[in-house]
């Protein structure tokens, strides 16, 4: 089985400032995408960037840009230049390639201040 | 737009009541899933279904059981309801092949069982 683990329960960062979020995960495959997921208080889920484990180059969405290293089964996000719109709960996800397989760490809430 | 839309966001049911929780999904993905999100222990996999008719025990299945009649719709039964069923409840769905969008969600209903 999977496992997603994400350490820091809570987070704040001063507007304008870079946040890092940790993620770990453990699985046996060898390909399986990674996520990163923002829940705001109204709760839909919004995917805010995603990974292929078999590209070996970080993803990057605007501000936000990721640090994957797999060997070490690592997968931080890293937001720049924070918003308060960004204050969030931030979910990181792990899926097998198949689809069926889907599995989400337990989270991180993150404060944006201003 | 793709859309997966659960029939209520908030919920109040009595304790010992039959309950049910509805999905619909309009992508025609293969697989669907149900998860609990409780404070500190992020989205807990209740059930997936990876085919019509077809499901799967997810991490914590007690106390609940669901329904796949049609590939657009999945549904989530608590059977006799609990206070300790009390929680957020989310939808989703994937392709089989795995969309590198990941998963797609529903708004979330909150149940609250008294």
């Known amino acids: 089985a999977q496992t997603v683990t994400q350490s820091q329960p809570e987070m704040s960062v001063q507007e304008a400032e870079t946040v890092t979020l940790s993620c770990t995960y453990d699985?046996?495959?060898?390909?399986?995408?990674l996520f990163w997921y923002k829940q705001p208080p109204s709760r839909q889920m919004i995917l805010v960037i995603r990974q292929e484990a078999y590209k070996q180059q970080n993803a990057t969405e605007n501000r936000f840009s990721v640090n994957f290293q797999k060997a070490a089964k690592s997968f931080s996000l890293k937001i720049s230049d924070s918003q308060l719109g960004d204050t969030a709960m931030y979910f990181c996800a792990f899926m097998k390639t198949s689809g069926n397989q889907f599995y989400f760490g337990t989270g991180t809430s993150l404060t944006v201040i201003p | 737009d793709v859309k997966v839309t659960q029939s209520s966001r908030y919920l109040v049911k009595r304790t010992g009541e039959k309950v049910f929780l509805e999905c619909v999904q309009d992508m025609d993905h293969e697989n669907m899933f149900w998860y609990r999100q409780d404070p500190g222990l992020g989205l807990r996999l209740i059930y997936f279904s990876y085919d019509v008719k077809m499901k799967e025990k997810g991490d914590i299945p007690e106390g609940y059981s669901v329904s796949r009649e049609k590939k657009e719709r999945f549904s989530l039964i608590l059977e006799s309801a609990s206070t300790n069923q009390t929680s957020m409840y989310l939808c989703?769905?994937?392709?089989?092949?795995?969309?590198?969008?990941?998963?797609?969600f529903g708004q979330g209903t909150r149940l609250t069982v008294v």
């Open positions: 699985t046996s495959e060898s390909n399986y995408y």
């Open positions: 989703a769905s994937t392709t089989w092949t795995g969309d590198p969008r990941g998963a797609f």
